[in-house]
Structure formats: structure tokens, C-alpha cells
């Protein structure tokens, strides 16, 4: 497995957990406190036998010890389901993004990433000065204007008079 590297950040109290689940990902909460993942970083796994829990403790132990904590956050997590029938291999993941909520009022977040990956956080400016605004684009006041045209012309059909006579000659076709 390649080198792993966890980087910790600090949430908003507020924070709620199932915000950062996705399908695919693990979620448990309970009176508050809980944990929701996303993402493998790595695999876990032991074949089945009477001894696969305490071999997959062993397992989950040396992996995430070799996971290098970067800052003073959460420890990384391994999670899963873990079949009751002894004789089925047992499968745990480490998550590539966990959000951890131990105690109610503190979430952190906890990426664990192959080491060297570089975070890349891009920031959005406003375009340049030459773009124009929605109401300054001439198709905006040619729609408008012809709302306003149209409008005119309606109000002034409906509240014309109507002609008290009308000239009319009825012809019946014969038989």
C-alpha cells in the first residue's frame, strides 16, 4: 500500500454530518456524535476463519499506524461490516475523507491521501471589467421593449369603444 498522510481540519460546530455523505460512503450517528466517510484510501482485509478478528485487528493496528498525522487532528479510522458467520472474510476501508464529531460542538474533517498529494485550493474572481452585466446587453431591453409594445397595444384594443352600429348585409343562401 503506498505511504498515507492525514491532514486535520476543525469544522463549524454546526457542521452536520450526513452533509459530507455521499453514495458508496459509511455513515453512523447517535445522540449527536457519529462519523460519515467518503472515499477508500486503503483496503483492509482477512480471509475467514475462527481467528479473522484478532488477525484483522492486528491488520487495521499496522495500518493505521503507518498513516502519518500531519497537525493535531482525529486519528484515521478504519470502517466496515464485519459478517457474523466466521467462516466469510472480513473487509474494512480506511476513508479518503472522514467528518468526526466525538463530542457535540467540535467536527473535524480528516483526509487521508497518498503522501505527496498536494492540495490545490482554487479561488474565483470576477471576470474582467469587459463583460457586461445582464441588463447591459442590448437583447435584455430589445425583449423588454417588445413586452412593453405589446402591452401597449393590447390595453389599447381592449379599452377602444365598440361601435354602436355596424353596417351589415346578411345573404341566406336559397333552396
Do not use: C
Amino acid at each position: 500500500m503506498t505511504a498515507l498522510v492525514a491532514r486535520a481540519r476543525t469544522l463549524g460546530p454546526a457542521f452536520d454530518l450526513l452533509a459530507n455523505y455521499r453514495p458508496g460512503g459509511f455513515f453512523f450517528e447517535r445522540a449527536g456524535v457519529g462519523v460519515s466517510t467518503i472515499g477508500i484510501a486503503g483496503r483492509i482485509g482477512v480471509e475467514g476463519g475462527p481467528e479473522r478478528l484478532p488477525i484483522l485487528a492486528r491488520e487495521v493496528e499496522t495500518v493505521l499506524r503507518a498513516v502519518r498525522v500531519s497537525g493535531d487532528g482525529p486519528a484515521p479510522i478504519a470502517v466496515g461490516a464485519i459478517p457474523f458467520d466466521a467462516g466469510w472474510p472480513a473487509h474494512l476501508v480506511v476513508p479518503e475523507r472522514s467528518v468526526i464529531r466525538r463530542a457535540p460542538g467540535r467536527t473535524e474533517q480528516l483526509d487521508v491521501v497518498p503522501e505527496g498529494t498536494v492540495e490545490v485550493t482554487p479561488s474565483l474572481s470576477r471576470a474582467s471589467s469587459g463583460t457586461k452585466r445582464w441588463y447591459e446587453r442590448w437583447w435584455v431591453w430589445a425583449i423588454i421593449g417588445g413586452v412593453v409594445a405589446g402591452s401597449a397595444t393590447t390595453v389599447a384594443i381592449l379599452t377602444r369603444p365598440a361601435p354602436e352600429n355596424v353596417d351589415a348585409v346578411v345573404r341566406w343562401p336559397q333552396r
